[in-house]
């Protein structure tokens, strides 16, 4: 049966950080992976997380099956944590939040919910978009469709493009946005192009699903998931798939959610137990360490308070990364106009170099960006970014 299989390539992304590990040049760079990296290029554990470790050790009491919508204490706090307390889909009782195997899981479970919808319906990604949505989508047999929102060109949104195409969609279509950070471009919508985008999509009828997986990382918690919000006001049914890996630091254990809005509290009931069922047939229930460590910090108001100053750090870091490299290029006597760099938000931006010059990069010097020229900018560190950006220099 194997016989007839034939290998596939490595992944665009992991199967660069798997080569990164086997470089022996002591300046190589990654920055590939979207990871947060500290000075030291470290991916620590947070502390509020070690110590919500710590206190879980202490307190739990049972290894025993808790059920496939995972902790509800963690899809509460998950809930609010997106939408904030006070939202009108919280307090009409319109959304239902599960615990997922990490953001991807999310992704994977509102695909197949989907397609329980509707089978071979069309979901609209953007151009470009994470380098995993499309084949995770197809794999789940939804049809894949992009509609215009990076300005290679001029390194900019290309806002008519997103919005002329997204008011030709169907109906019945899904159309999938990033809530902050654009991955891979680093460019997001301001607060009245979501305005814009949440018209259309209520005057359309499409389903937008959101994927939040960076929450914290562009300008703070609230403001990141300000599109979100709006959008959750204005339309009748969304998903929302977000991710605690990156956020909290929790990439290995896998904890993300899945939710659902749906017209009212009696159909998202019923839409839930449709979302219940795909879960129980792919994997039944999802790990609870992860979701385990976010109720405990979400619910303290010291570990919270913790976990806020110790995300902003983060969020700081990625943002003096910006204007770090930007300046470096400049005193290497780059001339062109990088200045978009510092512009952008999150983890990721796009370099704009050629296919050609990133393996140059890889290849010559030992730096690992995406083939498309994504850069992870949390990569970047003062140790490393004069080697960086004379390497780019030299590319260029
Ligand atoms: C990335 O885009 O680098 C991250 O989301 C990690 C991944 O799984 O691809």
């Known amino acids: ?59 739990e009491d049972s290894k025993v099956y808790i059920g496939p919508t995972g902790s509800p204490v963690f899809n509460d706090e998950m809930a609010k944590l997106i939408f904030g307390s006070e939202h009108k889909v919280l307090n009409e009782n319109r959304a239902r939040t599960i615990s997922t195997p990490g953001g991807t899981g999310a ?71 990033h809530a902050c950070c654009h991955n891979p471009s680093g460019m997001d919508l301001n607060n009245e192009q979501w305005q814009q985008v949440a018209d259309v999509a209520k005057d359309v009828g499409f389903t937008p699903l959101i994927d939040m997986a960076y929450q914290g990382f562009g300008s703070g918690l609230d403001e990141d998931a300000y599109g979100l919000r709006l959008m959750a006001e204005t339309v009748k049914e969304m ?80 943002n003096g990364n910006r204007q770090l490299i930007v300046d470096k290029l400049i005193e290497n006597g780059v001339t062109r106009d990088f200045s978009f760099i510092s512009r952008q938000s999150g983890m990721f931006s796009f370099l704009g170099l050629t296919p050609e010059q990133v393996q140059q990069l890889q290849d010559e010097y030992s ?23 004379k390497s780019i220099a030299k590319v260029l």
């Open 1 to 59: 049966m194997f016989g007839s299989l034939k290998a596939l390539p490595a992944d665009p992304i992991l199967g660069l950080l798997a080569k990164y590990k086997k470089d022996n040049n002591p300046n190589k760079i990654d920055l590939g992976v979207g990871v947060f990296k500290n000075e030291a290029g470290h991916t620590a554990v947070l502390d509020c997380v070690k110590k919500a470790e710590q206190h879980r050790t202490n307190t």
């Open 107 to 177: 992704l994977r479970v509102a695909a197949e919910f989907i397609k329980s919808c509707k089978a071979g319906a069309t979901i609209w990604v953007s151009n470009p978009t994470w380098a995993n949505h499309t084949g995770l989508f197809a794999a789940a047999g939804l049809n894949v469709k992009t509609y215009p929102y990076y300005d290679y060109e001029n390194k900019s949104l290309d806002f008519d493009g997103m919005l002329n195409a997204l008011k030709e969609v169907s109906s019945d279509d899904v159309v999938l946005l």
């Open 239 to 318: 998903i929302v798939c977000s991710s605690c890996s990156k956020n909290f630091g929790l990439y290995r254990e896998r904890i993300g959610a899945c939710t659902i809005i749906g017209e009212s509290s009696i159909s998202v009931d019923i839409a839930n137990s449709v979302l219940l069922y795909v879960v129980r047939v792919i994997y039944s229930m999802p790990p609870a360490h992860g979701a385990a460590i976010v109720e405990t910090i979400l619910s303290s108001d010291e570990l919270r308070n913790e976990w806020y100053v110790e995300l902003k750090a983060m969020r700081d870091r990625i």
């Open 367 to 389: 730096i690992y960006l995406v083939g498309s020229s994504r850069m992870s900018i949390a990569g970047i560190a003062n140790s490393n970014v004069d080697y960086l950006a």
